[in-house]
T-cell receptor, first 113, second 110 residues
């Protein structure tokens, strides 16, 4: 059906709050990626799932960041005790497999006050 | 560490001309390179993928070249239109996750 969807589109959090960002990938896409994009920069890799397995989390900036994809479809990126430097757009992308074109969602713009 | 440079932050050209965007990289041997388009407030949209053993790829008005000796990719938009105005991102891929450049903001002026 439709492309990759993300919710919420915008999130404002007070410093120290926990947030959860959701990604609905394209049905049937095995690979799912999370990226962080700061203003004026390209997307930076955070983590990668192949089905429900998290194969690479080398880009997660700290142990406050956690991602899951328990049933191999929907994924959630959780940020605990948010800090101002976490403010960015968080993009989710899915693909048939790694190495193929990636389909991006619209992103969630997180602002931490 | 891996480094990707896209030629300029912003590029202005006149409608009808060919836009040429450059992507240079160091400390990396990618198996493939991708180009994406990103409009404000939206996620990137895939345009083209070119593999290390390919010299050139075309799709409609788009052309991408890949020179692994120079460590450079050129992205061309021929007969440019105002609707082509957007930020264009190059991304390197292989055994590691995709690494994106900062992007070049293209403005096509009517």
């Amino acid at each position: 059906g439709a492309g990759v969807s993300q919710s919420p589109r915008y999130k404002v959090a007070k410093r120290g709050q926990d947030v959860a960002l959701r990604c609905d990938p394209i049905s049937g896409h095995v690979s799912l990626f999370w990226y962080q994009q700061a203003l004026g920069q390209g997307p930076e890799f955070l983590t990668y799932f192949q089905n429900e397995a998290q194969l690479d989390k080398s880009g997660l900036p700290s142990d406050r960041f956690f991602a899951e994809r328990p049933e191999g479809s929907v994924s959630t990126l959780k940020i605990q005790r948010t800090q101002q430097e976490d403010s960015a757009v968080y993009l989710c992308a899915s693909s048939l497999a790694q190495g193929y074109e990636q389909f991006f969602g619209p992103g969630t713009r997180l602002t931490v006050l | 560490s891996q480094k990707i440079e896209q030629n300029s932050e912003a590029l202005n050209i006149q409608e009808g001309k060919t836009a040429t965007l450059t992507c240079n990289y160091t400390n990396y041997s990618p198996a493939y390179l991708q180009w994406y388009r990103q409009d404000p407030g939206r996620g990137p949209v895939f345009l083209l993928l070119i593999r290390e053993n390919e010299k050139e790829k075309r799709k409609e008005r788009l052309k991408v070249t890949f020179d692994t000796t120079l460590k450079q990719s050129l992205f061309h938009i021929t007969a440019s239109q105002p609707a082509d105005s957007a930020t264009y991102l190059c991304a390197l891929g292989g055994n590691t996750p995709l690494v994106f450049g900062k992007g070049t903001r293209l403005s096509v002026i009517a």
